[in-house]
């Protein structure tokens, strides 16, 4: 009897052991370590951009680590550091635990913007 599912070896290394042995199981589209058993979900490798936090912050305001974490589904470091670059950048201010765009952000983002729109 064979209980195997379809994993596939992807190119992650998981975060605890440090195995290169991460395999994708299709079905959930989860990344497993197949050595601890650590589930190395996608979402703790996706990258943000300083794009991605301007527009947020041009859309809600102002907003909380936290919420931006929920929003972008960015890990921690990434996302504190992505944060942390752009206050030393002065597009960003952080007030009471909130972020939000600074007057240069907000040039910053409508300049950014109209590169990706090609004007
Ligand atoms: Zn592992």
New binding site residues.
């Given amino acids: 009897m064979s209980h195997r599912r379809s994993l596939r070896f992807s190119k992650a290394t998981?975060p605890?052991?440090?195995?290169q042995e991460?395999a994708r199981d299709d079905l959930k589209g989860d990344l497993i370590?197949t050595?601890?058993?650590?589930i190395v979900s996608r979402k703790e490798t996706r990258a943000v951009g300083k794009f991605d936090i301007a527009q947020l912050l041009r859309r809600d305001g102002k907003m909380s680590f936290a919420k931006l974490r929920e929003t972008t589904g960015a890990s921690d470091d990434k996302l504190f550091g992505v944060l942390q670059s752009m206050v030393q950048m002065g597009l960003l201010q952080e007030i009471s635990g909130k972020y939000s765009l600074t007057k240069r952000g907000q040039r910053w983002y409508r300049q950014r913007l109209g590169q990706e729109w090609g004007y």
């Fill in positions: 998981c605890i052991c440090g195995s991460v370590c050595n601890c058993g650590e």
